[in-house]
């Protein structure tokens, strides 16, 4: 069946530090994917999306390329800020539906 | 561009009554809404979708007679829990999308508190 799983939490780093979040996906067809972030006490927002293999998104220095062969779409940024704390969903959509497959979700601490 | 407005944001009621969350799109029309669950540390779990004029579709396992989905105009869609008990304290999140090629775009979220 469809599914999104992401590497398990917590992610603790120092400001400045490489961030790679992992995620790999199943599913049928060709889905869109994305990463969405959740700052504490809040919904979801958008940070970047990839509608079809090898495309790149990028936001705010935050980039993940949609993989087909190894079925990834690994979210990273050079130099996390300490603003960057919250935790990250990636999701994939159904071409057909729309519907949203989230994986469990990421927490990332960035200290100071 | 692009926001949904979801309202209340926080909500404390007694068991046994009904709680009514408004989900709205202020700047675009949303032919079709979502209605999430979040439970604490987890992810995100779809109960229903609704298109703009007809009834909700719900995912499997998702009372509709306890979730009430009403979708009557373009920019608002309501989520009623019908005589709420404890057990249905959780993070409520709503999105919308345009169209079917767009991406969702999210609420901030209503947490719900059943005594």
């Known amino acids: 069946g469809n599914s999104v799983t992401q590497m398990e939490g917590p992610v603790t780093l120092s400001e400045e530090a490489f961030l790679t979040i992992n995620c790999t996906y199943t599913a049928t067809g060709y889905p869109s994917l994305f990463w969405y972030v959740q700052y504490p006490g809040e919904g979801l927002q958008l940070l970047l999306k990839a509608t079809k293999a090898d495309d790149k998104g990028s936001n705010k220095g935050f980039e993940a390329t949609y993989r087909k062969e190894t079925t990834s779409f690994h979210l990273e940024k050079g130099s996390v800020q300490v603003s960057d704390s919250a935790v990250y969903f990636c999701a994939h959509g159904s071409s057909n539906t729309g519907k949203l497959i989230f994986g469990q979700g990421t927490t990332l601490q960035v200290k100071p | 561009g692009a926001v949904v407005s979801q309202h209340p944001s926080r909500v404390i009621c007694k068991s046994g009554t009904s709680v009514k969350i408004e989900c709205r799109s202020l700047d675009f029309q949303a032919t079709t809404m979502f209605w999430y669950r979040q439970f604490p540390k987890q992810s995100l779990m779809l109960m229903a979708t609704?298109?703009?004029?007809?009834?909700?579709?719900?995912e499997q396992g998702v009372e509709k007679d306890k979730f009430l989905i009403n979708h009557a105009s373009l920019t608002l869609s309501t989520l009623t829990v019908t005589s709420a008990h404890p057990e249905d304290s959780s993070f409520y999140i709503c999105?919308?999308?345009?169209?079917?090629?767009?991406?969702?775009?999210f609420g901030d979220g209503t947490r719900l508190s059943i005594l």
């Open positions: 999105s919308a999308r345009e169209l079917s090629n767009q991406p969702q775009h």
């Open positions: 609704s298109n703009e004029g007809s009834k909700a579709t719900y």
